[in-house]
């Protein structure tokens, strides 16, 4: 019986060999020590231990024993929910950098993208391809109303005739069946800007009857900015959906201290039971492309050879440098060409990041406004610029921040480390609200800036299982420490990664820590209310 009592002996190691790890397995796969919890409703932070099991958040109790895969001692630093971002142009550079390491380094774990009118067109083949990339955050779309309009009358300003209508609110619904959160529009751009109010509401229906929100970058935020919140408002109200003013900001000294006024206005619309809500960047300069901020719309109509022909016919030209000299001096300007800054001349990098002003004394010219007019018209001639434009009044960002329906979105893109110019708020929006804003200025508390970081963002695009630090919900987790928390991105140099945030978990993995970037590709493609 020898060679049984062998075979019996091989058996019971066998079992062992497959029964002794499974004993030893954690019943946890992370689990963070010594935390500071900000869960991310607003209410006020508590001590203690955070486990996480698979992609979800396992428990959460004053002391967790049990053992655990991986232990993070968080030493009394704050532990929040992992950022939403609802405004990043994140298709650029999501391709180049999956890692979106100017983002996930500032604790940020979702990037929604189609912000400003402007989305993909059809959105499903371009979320196939952003879960074939597996990149790092949690990825979701808008269907722009820009993108949509283009596909269907062109760069034109007409009205839509019925039939065109129609086709428009057929792509809205294909875009929400496709997995969007709802509908954007920039109707400051071209083609949203030739869009009457009526034709948005039309496609907001849509949107709203398939459970999504309308988020736009308004007609106006200069001196226009009050009847432009007001349009948004309407939209909302008989379009029949949430509303959001993206990004809202007061441009121009001349408009400063118009945000009472679009305050008020929104807290009216709730008031009356309009879901009206806001998103804002915390910088005081914007970013646009040269032509959408120092050129009239009629400019614009049809495209760059109709704008060209325009440039070349001397009166046309001059009509239109009269209007550009306006802007620089009552709009985007904000009164000097030097608050002009170019941030990519694609043709010519030598210019990414100088001033209007010492463009237009470089080409041998005064830098009067009239002569940085002539200087902008050059420089879209020679091909465009993207700029940035410091304009914004810091009273009314402050306003705006603490006003509790405004959340925090970047309108930010994933940068190329180290190429071309880009604004500051890419690597610095969510850092700097946590380090200037909470921590230096007090404008707001901690949980609050946290609130409007996670469980605001998610609950506004229905994301219920993400946002929030509670058991069962996804493991999307930033570590920071609040009193070093800071943004170092500036205008001149802003390709400067935040500092202060230790630990940032996507779906219950590590995405960073130790000051960098893991290996693991966490993000998923996460779909709208109409694919539930
Ligand atoms: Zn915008």
């Not at 945000?259 to 009356?272: K, W």
């Not at 120092?294 to 060209?308: H, I, S, V």
């Amino acid at each position: 019986m020898r060679t049984v009592s062998i075979a019996a002996v091989l058996a019971i190691a066998a079992l062992f060999a497959v029964a002794a790890p499974r004993a030893q397995t954690a019943p946890y796969d992370i689990l963070i020590r010594n935390a500071r919890i900000v869960d991310g409703t607003g209410s006020p932070w508590y001590r203690g231990d955070l486990a996480v099991r698979g992609d979800a958040i396992a428990k959460i109790a004053w002391r967790i024993d049990a053992p655990a895969a991986r232990v993070i001692d968080a030493g009394g630093h704050v532990v929040a929910p992992g950022f939403i971002d609802l405004h990043t142009h994140a298709r650029r550079g999501i391709f180049e950098v999956p890692t979106a390491d100017n983002y996930v380094r500032q604790g940020v774990t979702t990037l929604i993208e189609g912000p400003d009118g402007s989305s993909p067109l059809p959105i499903k083949p371009f979320l196939e391809r952003i879960a074939a990339t597996h990149i790092t955050p949690n990825f979701g779309l808008f269907v722009g109303q820009g993108s949509i309009r283009d596909a269907v009358i062109g760069s034109i300003n007409r009205k839509a005739t019925p039939a065109e209508i129609e086709k428009m609110r057929g792509l809205t619904r294909q875009g929400m069946l496709d997995g969007a959160f709802g509908l954007s529009s920039g109707l400051f751009y071209v083609p949203g800007t030739f869009t009457p109010t009526d034709e948005v509401i039309e496609l907001a229906r849509v949107a709203g009857s398939m459970g999504g929100i309308y988020i736009s970058h308004m007609r106006d935020e200069a001196s226009a900015v009050v009847a432009s919140v007001k349009e948004t408002i309407e939209i909302g109200e008989k379009g029949g959906l949430p509303t959001q003013v993206t990004h809202h900001k007061i441009i121009g000294k001349g408009n400063w201290g118009k945000s009472v006024d679009t305050l008020r206005l929104i807290d009216e619309a709730r008031a009356r039971g309009v879901d009206a809500t806001i998103d804002q960047y915390p910088y005081t300069a914007s970013s646009t492309s040269i032509q959408a901020a120092l050129m009239p719309a009629w400019a614009l109509e049809g495209g760059r050879d109709d704008l060209l022909k325009r440039l070349h016919d001397a009166g046309r030209r001059n009509e239109l440098k009269k209007e550009t000299t306006r802007l620089i001096m009552e709009e985007r300007g904000g009164g000097d060409p030097q608050n002009v800054q170019l941030a990519r001349c694609n043709w010519d990098h030598s210019l990414d990041g100088k001033r209007l002003g010492d463009v237009t004394k470089g080409r041998g010219l005064a830098p009067t406004v009239e002569n940085a007019a002539e200087t902008a018209l050059w420089l879209v001639e020679q091909g465009g610029c993207s700029g940035i434009f410091h304009a914004i009044g810091e009273d009314d960002l402050q306003r705006i921040l603490r006003h509790p329906a405004t959340m925090i979105g970047s309108d930010g893109e994933v940068p190329i480390f180290g190429q071309a110019n880009p604004h500051p708020r890419s690597y610095g929006t969510f850092v700097r609200v946590l380090g200037r804003y909470v921590r230096d200025l007090k404008t707001i508390t901690l949980e609050d800036a946290i609130r409007k970081m996670s469980a605001f963002p998610a609950q506004r695009i229905g994301l219920a299982d993400r946002g929030v630090l509670r058991e069962g919900l996804k493991a999307d987790i930033a570590i920071f420490d609040p009193a070093t928390i800071r943004d170092l991105a500036t205008f001149e140099q802003p390709h400067q990664y935040a500092e202060g945030v230790t630990h940032v978990i996507v779906n219950g993995q590590i995405a960073f820590e130790n000051g960098k970037m893991t290996a693991a590709r966490p993000g998923r493609v996460l779909y709208g209310p109409s694919t539930k």
